[in-house]
Every structure is written in structure tokens, then in C-alpha cells.
């Protein structure tokens, strides 16, 4: 399902890297660290800002910013991303490889990813 040779996607402020057990591993770029002061103050006008904007580059490649689904919204409020969300002719959405923060409720993923440098991203089996 995942591939055994990790192969990152890099976009201007992060990259992305799947891991062989299916989590999604996100680290800061060069310049993603040079912005993340001025990403982490824009916090105070709209609190996801800096997350919309590390992400920006990806979602406007083909990836999804898939937290505001309405199947996943009923189990959870935590950020979610995917690589693949289709709709279906029947209007039904098709959702690939699906990521999410799971502790978004006891830990800052802003702070985590400037100080550590990265993020690790459960995988949800949407197969299931």
C-alpha cells in the first residue's frame, strides 16, 4: 500500500515524506524555518493561518485540506489532509490516503513543528 522507499514532496515551506507504517511526516524547509516566527504572529488574526499557509503549495497540487469533510467531522475535529479525494459520479467522495493530528486537543502542532523542526500525521484507513 505504502511505499518501502520514502520519497519526499517538497513545497515551499515544508516537505512531505510517507512512512512505511503509513503516517505522513511533515518537516520544515529552510525557508519554512527562516518564516515561522512571521507565520506563528499571524496567528493572532486567524488561529489556522499559518497552518493554511505551510500547507498552500500542496493544496494547490493536487492535495486536500480534508478536516472540513462531513463523514469526518462527525468523528473528529483534528486537521486532516489527504493526496486523494475524488467525487464519485454518484456525487459520493472516493478519499485515498487520509492524514491527521491526532493531538491536536493537548498539543500545539504550530509550536511542536517550529521547535522539533517536524510532525508525524496518523493514517486513517479509509478502506475500512
Known amino acids: 500500500m505504502?511505499?518501502?522507499?520514502?520519497?519526499?514532496?517538497?513545497?515551499?515551506?515544508?516537505?512531505?515524506?510517507?512512512?512505511?507504517?503509513?503516517?505522513?511526516?511533515?518537516?520544515?524547509?529552510?525557508?519554512?524555518?527562516?518564516?515561522?516566527?512571521?507565520?506563528?504572529?499571524?496567528?493572532?488574526?486567524?488561529?489556522?493561518?499559518?497552518?493554511?499557509?505551510?500547507?498552500?503549495?500542496?493544496?494547490?497540487?493536487?492535495?486536500?485540506?480534508t478536516h472540513d469533510l462531513d463523514w469526518w467531522e462527525q468523528m473528529s475535529s483534528a486537521p486532516a489532509f489527504s493526496d486523494a479525494v475524488f467525487v464519485e459520479d454518484n456525487g459520493d467522495l472516493d478519499v485515498r490516503h487520509f492524514w491527521y493530528y491526532n493531538e491536536y486537543q493537548t498539543t500545539d502542532e504550530l509550536a511542536e513543528l517550529y521547535e522539533k523542526g517536524y510532525l508525524v500525521w496518523d493514517y486513517f484507513d479509509c478502506e475500512k
Open 2 to 65: 505504502f511505499p518501502k522507499v520514502m520519497e519526499f514532496e517538497t513545497g515551499p515551506y515544508i516537505a512531505l515524506c510517507v512512512l512505511p507504517d503509513g503516517k505522513l511526516l511533515i518537516t520544515l524547509t529552510s525557508d519554512g524555518w527562516n518564516a515561522r516566527e512571521e507565520m506563528f504572529e499571524s496567528r493572532q488574526k486567524f488561529y489556522a493561518a499559518p497552518l493554511y499557509d505551510l500547507f498552500e503549495w500542496f493544496w494547490c497540487n493536487g492535495y486536500e485540506f
